[in-house]
């Protein structure tokens, strides 16, 4: 009898965690009260991808009320931009009660920030904060603890006896872990030898330090703030028009460049965030719940507050002796939302569903067609509905998944073409409905090469792209000789009347293209740097060494 032959099989299991014990909390505590003070910034930056600070505003609002307003520059801003800034520092008036504008280093203004923020314990409020938090960061690194899995940002530097800068090792850092594109948490870490002050908590009836005690500070990303009111995505601009705003975000004519009108833009977008605070805080308050405004991150947030609020405890309080067994097949249990008629759907106007990621996944549960893509956190999941569904065409661009037969013989049963293609854009495979093609579609696409149609194509495509080349190089890297050349080069268009005069076209567009992304730097680590050849610290042109 010949040995059996033994194919492994990978096994998933799915296992759900049991918290550990918590000791209770014995120390009495008051509730959270929120501060009537407030930071509020904004920065700007240059448009190349380096998007490094130029220069930014900020006003520090007490009840209401500025107290100080000032503008603060990047420590490599160039002197001429400086003059500018300090030109109109000394002839603008200020919205503060002393009516004094201030400029600063970007040091100075983080020495204020490090005295209100961190000493005085006040809000610190902006528009998408992380990103404004970055740009005036002196190093960042991989975080740590409960921030693991995202940054950790130095805002302060040391300079010893020897000219030398590096971190402050007697300031805090600042954590950010991004959730979603909406959501982040933001705290600062502990520092060296804390003052006794710093180790008091919030809600602290005695007023006593407590050892180990990290005070994390008040952050306020008003984007955050404004999903978990409304369960809506916005931009500043969106968020002010929908809250009504007194004083909205206006828009720049030209970005990157520092001018007294881009400099009345930023001060604008300062005022514009402070009145949506306003706004949305009052919005706030009318949830009668005691959850932090700043850890307000979802609308599940303010749900799960007005539970306890109202004294709904949650299963494991209530029945303490639950059998935790029974809490696997709750956790395995998954309930995927199916498209209604009525709801915005992912396929577009044209009938086109496009799936990309990793772990992309098509396959057919309980006679519905089940669809999964994404990037990490960046999900969707959701079943497409027997009819009314709209899907004309279903492209995939990834490597990464599966799909089933029993899909693939569903999206043929509708009449629905299957696309993969790879990360070039190379068509890997086509699946299609089994029904006779179109003849007269078939006849027009073969005389399409000779009466003028494929011409006329050929010219609405390349002008399309060189439409977008000269908006990359004049508005994102600021090239204007670029941007006229393309702009030459696409007038000459309508008047090409072969292909291969088109091809030759382009190719003298893409020349001036990637001419203009030549000097563009290539960011690395800075440790990295010693040993990156020369010529691949910036883009360079699209030729070989």
């Not at 500025?66 to 919205?95: I, M, N, Q, W």
């Not at 089940?370 to 999900?379: A, S, T």
């Amino acid at each position: 009898m010949s040995q059996m032959q033994v194919d492994p099989l990978p096994i998933a299991v799915r296992v759900y965690p049991e918290p550990p014990v918590a000791e209770p909390r014995t120390r009495s505590h008051k509730p959270w009260s929120r501060p009537e003070a407030m930071l509020v910034l904004d920065t700007e930056t240059c448009t190349d991808a380096t998007q490094r600070l130029t220069f930014g505003s900020y006003q520090f609002i007490v009840e209401g009320r500025c107290l100080e307003e000032g503008l603060f520059y990047a420590d490599d801003l160039p002197e001429g931009d400086r003059k500018v800034l300090k030109s109109y520092a000394a002839t603008h008036a200020s919205r503060a009660t002393n009516g004094k504008l201030l400029l600063l280093s970007r040091r100075q203004f983080l020495d204020k920030f490090f005295k209100a923020v961190y000493k005085g314990r006040c809000l610190l409020v902006a528009f998408n904060l992380p990103f404004d938090l970055s740009r005036i960061a002196y190093d960042f690194t991989k975080a740590r603890g409960r921030f693991a899995g995202g940054f950790s940002l130095g805002l302060w530097s040391y300079t010893d006896k020897t000219g030398r800068e590096g971190r402050h090792q007697y300031r805090p850092r600042i954590g950010i872990k991004h959730i979603d594109s909406k959501r982040a948490l933001k705290g600062f870490t502990a520092r060296n030898e804390p003052d006794r002050t710093d180790l008091i908590p919030d809600d602290s009836v005695t007023g006593k330090p407590e050892k180990g005690h990290k005070f994390r500070g008040h952050f306020l990303d008003l984007r955050t703030l404004a999903f978990a009111l409304t369960d809506r995505g916005y931009s500043l601009e969106s968020a002010c028009e929908a809250f009504g705003v007194e004083h909205p975000k206006r828009k720049a004519a030209q970005h990157g460049i520092v001018t007294p009108e881009y400099i009345d833009y930023n001060r604008r977008d300062v005022l514009a965030t402070w009145e949506l605070a306003a706004r949305l805080l009052e919005e706030y308050d009318r949830h009668p719940i005691a959850l932090q405004v700043t850890k307000a991150y979802s609308p599940a947030s303010i749900g799960k507050a007005y539970l306890h609020a109202m004294e709904i405890q949650p299963i494991l309080e209530r029945q303490p002796d639950f059998p935790q067994e029974g809490l696997a097949p709750m956790a395995a249990t998954e309930t995927v939302p199916q498209l209604p008629s009525s709801s915005k759907s992912p396929i577009g106007k044209s009938g086109v569903l496009t799936l990309s990621g990793y772990a992309v996944r098509l396959r057919m549960q309980s006679g519905h067609l089940e669809i999964e893509d994404g990037v990490g956190l960046e999900r969707r999941k959701f079943r497409l509905p027997r009819v009314n569904h709209g899907l004309k065409r279903l492209v995939c661009i990834s490597e990464d998944g599966f799909t089933t037969l029993s899909a693939l013989k569903s999206l043929a049963e509708i009449g629905v073409p299957f696309v993969m293609l790879d990360r070039t854009g190379k068509v890997v495979f086509v699946t299609g409905p089994t029904a006779p093609s179109d003849s007269r579609l078939r006849r027009a696409q073969a005389l399409a090469l000779g009466n003028g149609v494929g011409l006329e194509i050929s010219r609405t495509l390349i002008d399309a792209k060189l439409q977008g080349q000269v908006r990359v190089v004049g508005e994102r890297l600021n090239d204007p000789v670029a941007a006229l050349e393309i702009t030459t080069f696409r007038e000459r268009l309508s008047a090409i009347d072969t292909f291969e005069a088109i091809r030759l076209l382009e190719a003298h567009a893409a020349v001036s293209y990637f001419g203009a992304w030549r000097d563009t730097p290539v960011l690395w680590p800075k440790a990295d740097l010693r040993r990156i050849p020369e010529h691949w610290r910036t883009v360079g042109s699209r030729r070989s060494p």
